[in-house]
């Protein structure tokens, strides 16, 4: 009786125990098969993350690629336009100054009108108004050949006139003597025909005078009208002067060093050239007018001068003993007049009086009719008396400004002078 508790409590323990080794079992099996999902899950997953990355790569490369194809393309065209910084890695044009240039170009052809709004455009207008000022000065050429040929009829009917009038006057002349000779008949009547006689050269004398004020009325009038005329033909001249490319350079490259670092050009000091000028550089070769570089001057001689290259546009093409030089700010012989308007701080007007004056400029302190250029510098804060402004004022809202265009005087802005010349 007592030994079969003590059994039966025995198999009892060793059931549980099995049914526990049977659990872990189970559980290790569990986690095995978990382990090896993971890990082909992984594996999976490690695949297709090196497949997005090789794209992500491969769209990397082509993204790339697209952006160097729009750079050039982006250069291409700023070269082209121009309006770009030639000191830049890469030319970009700049928006801003080519909206700058549509809208002066709109303001000197106020007929482009609203429409108008990129150079495309713009550029039919200025073809268009070109022609016009053509016509309207060969209408002008037209009207003082007119005038001419009215002038030379006129003195024609003048000389007719006195023609007519010396032979009048031997008829009176021939009367007169009649007269005397018929004194003792008719002596009264003699003294009539006197007075009358009189009377009729007075008024002769009287339409001669009339009739030599009105030829000189119309010699003044025909001089004032010439003046007026030549005065709008130079202006409409002036005004279309930047359609007009330069037809003769301002000389040669004599030597150009290896490397083409620096060289020497054929005219020096004596051709009023000055150190830190700059010449445009263009091919030799007939047809070419594209600039290869920068030739600014370095050292000067009387009849040459020392440059250093700068601003290469093509490695494989430098520039080479022949090709020409152009600036045409550069007159050797010629006598010109200036005015300046406007504020300069870089470079001072000290340096830009000392330019000109280099150039065989003559500053003037009032503009008429000798000048021929206006140098314009930046906003001004004190009016042209000295006066301070409550808001800046631009060189193009002054009276010597709107006088100077009214005029046809060639107007040079500041950049202009710093694209030929180092401050």
């Known amino acids: 009786m007592k030994r079969t508790p003590v059994f039966t409590q025995k198999s009892t323990s060793q059931r549980g125990a099995a049914k526990v080794n049977v659990v872990w079992l189970i559980g290790m099996i569990t986690l095995l098969i978990f382990a090896l999902?993971?890990?082909?899950?992984?594996?999976?997953e490690k695949g297709d993350t090196q497949l997005r990355l090789d794209a992500a790569l491969r769209e990397r490369a082509a993204a790339f690629e697209k952006e160097d194809a729009t750079s050039k393309l982006i250069s291409d065209i700023s070269r082209a336009m121009g309006f770009y910084d030639p000191n830049a890695p890469i030319p970009v044009a700049s928006i801003d100054s080519i909206k700058a240039a549509l809208e002066a170009g709109k303001l000197t052809f106020p007929t482009a009108g609203a429409s108008v709004t990129d150079l495309e455009k713009l550029l039919p207008v200025v073809e268009r108004e070109y022609k016009a000022r053509v016509r309207e000065i060969?209408?002008?050429?037209?009207?003082?050949?007119?005038?001419?040929?009215e002038k030379a009829s006129t003195e024609t009917a003048l000389r007719q006139a006195s023609s007519a009038k010396d032979v009048q006057i031997a008829g009176v002349q021939k009367q007169l003597d009649d007269a005397v000779q018929a004194a003792s008949r008719t002596q009264s009547g003699l003294e009539a025909q006197i007075a009358a006689l009189k009377s009729t050269n007075s008024?002769?004398?009287?339409?001669l005078k009339v009739a030599r004020g009105d030829i000189e009325s119309e010699k003044r009038n025909l001089a004032n009208a010439t003046i007026e005329y030549r005065s709008r033909f130079e202006a409409m001249s002036n005004k279309i002067a930047f359609l007009k490319e330069p037809e003769t350079s301002d000389g040669n490259l004599l030597a150009v060093s290896k490397g083409a670092q620096i060289g020497w050009i054929d005219i020096g000091a004596n051709h009023r050239v000055a150190v830190g000028m700059r010449f445009r550089v263009v091919s030799g070769k007939l047809g070419t007018n594209d600039t290869k570089c920068v030739a600014e001057v370095t050292k000067t001689e009387s009849h040459r001068a020392e440059v250093l290259f700068t601003q290469v546009a093509d490695q494989f093409d430098p520039p080479v003993v022949g090709d020409k030089i152009f600036n045409p700010l550069?007159?050797?012989?010629?006598?010109?007049?200036?005015v300046i308007v406007g504020r300069f701080t870089a470079p001072s007007e000290n340096e830009v009086r000392g330019l000109l004056a280099n150039l065989g400029i003559t500053l003037q302190t009032k503009?008429?009719?000798?000048?021929?250029?206006?140098?314009v510098g930046?906003?001004?804060y004190v009016d042209m008396d000295g006066n301070a402004l409550e808001t800046p004022m631009q060189p193009s809202e002054t009276a010597v400004y709107k006088e100077a265009e009214g005029k046809g005087v060639a107007i040079t802005p500041l950049k202009d002078l710093r694209s030929y010349f180092k401050f």
């Not at 999902?37 to 999976?44: D, G, I, K, R, W």
């Not at 060969?138 to 040929?149: I, N, V």
């Not at 008024?203 to 339409?207: F, G, I, K, M």
């Open 203 to 207: 008024d002769l004398e009287n339409s």
């Open 138 to 149: 060969q209408m002008l050429k037209d009207g003082a050949a007119t005038l001419t040929a």
């Open 367 to 375: 503009l008429d009719n000798t000048t021929d250029y206006l140098v």
């Open 378 to 380: 930046s906003e001004m």
């Open 330 to 338: 550069l007159d050797p012989k010629g006598q010109r007049n200036a």
């Open 37 to 44: 999902v993971f890990a082909f899950s992984a594996n999976a």
